[in-house]
């Protein structure tokens, strides 16, 4: 099993940014792929996740950030806009089967991270 995140970077505040991971190993159209992050001295917190056409996003990035996936491609993506400064941190994608939950332990399978930094 293996998640490969991309697309992260440097951007300033009201950028934009878009993360893709990729993802082999397993059925990928069967599992909930989220998308979590880790800002510095702070624990993993939840973001978005999706399973088929079903969202759900943290209240912090509702409105701003938009999850989609791409079953073919193997492929989950968060388009990130209006990007605030608090907004920084290293982005995860992570799977699980079945059922979505905001839970970083429920998720089975990560991705080693991509780092995403907002400033002017």
Do not use: H
């Not at 993360?19 to 979590?36: E, H, I, Q, R």
């Amino acid at each position: 099993v293996q998640l490969v995140e991309s697309g992260g970077g440097l951007v300033q505040p009201g950028g934009s940014l878009r993360l893709s991971c990729t993802a082999s190993g397993f059925t990928f159209s069967n599992y909930v792929m989220g998308w979590f992050r880790q800002a510095p001295g702070k624990e993993v917190e939840f973001v978005a996740s999706i399973r088929w056409s079903s969202e759900t996003y943290a209240d912090s990035v509702k409105g701003r950030f938009t999850i989609s996936r791409d079953n073919a491609k193997n492929t989950v993506y968060l388009q990130m806009n209006s990007l605030k400064p608090e907004d920084t941190g290293v982005y995860y994608c992570a799977a699980k089967l079945w059922v979505i939950t905001t839970i970083p332990s429920d998720y089975n399978y990560w991705g080693q991270g991509t780092q995403v930094t907002v400033s002017s």
